[in-house]
């Protein structure tokens, strides 16, 4: 039996405030200032910061409680894998998630052994140059969705990545 079902992780988004770009977290409010772009797009550097460390406490909380909490069923409740759009997320208002966060969600659901699928359709980072957003997470999803847009419409490619 197989539930789809949307998480509720608190995802940390950029924001401007006061003309300053900040990390606002969701759970407290609280912008975040005195970061600029390249240094938060430079996920290897920050993999060793505090604030990384804060991100997978606050994601492995999140999951066991979700795991804990969420079953109408009789046995506990899985999550058996994770589709994230990397950088921006959502559907008619973008935001710009931390891709910190995302490296942190990305490396609890691989040390639990969960498929992390990257839904780069959005991610708008092809026709930018860039294959996918594994330059700046600095790792490979299990499986990644594009949506390439030629002159014949819309045309899906799916890809595997096998180890």
């Known amino acids: 039996l197989c ?13 401007f405030k006061k003309g300053k770009l900040c990390i606002t977290t969701p759970s407290t409010g609280e912008s975040i200032p005195g970061f600029n772009l390249a240094a938060i797009l430079d996920v290897e550097s920050r993999v060793e910061s505090e604030i990384y460390r804060s991100y997978l406490k606050v994601i492995q909380k999140e999951w066991e409680h979700f795991e804990g909490n969420h079953s109408s069923f009789s046995k506990p409740f ?26 942190a969600l990305i490396d609890v659901a691989k040390n639990k052994r969960v498929p992390v699928i990257f839904d780069e ?5 092809y026709p930018q140059a860039l294959r996918s957003s594994t330059h700046f997470l600095q790792v490979n999803p299990d499986i990644a969705n594009f949506d390439l847009k030629g002159v014949c419409g819309t ?9």
């Open 155 to 163: 045309f899906p490619v799916t890809l595997t990545n096998e180890d």
């Open 3 to 15: 539930e789809r079902i949307r998480t509720p992780f608190a995802t940390p988004w950029l924001s």
């Open 78 to 103: 899985k999550i058996g894998s994770i589709m994230i759009q990397p950088m921006l997320t959502g559907g008619i208002q973008f935001k710009f998630v931390d891709p910190l966060w995302q490296r």
């Open 121 to 125: 359709s959005a991610s708008f980072l």
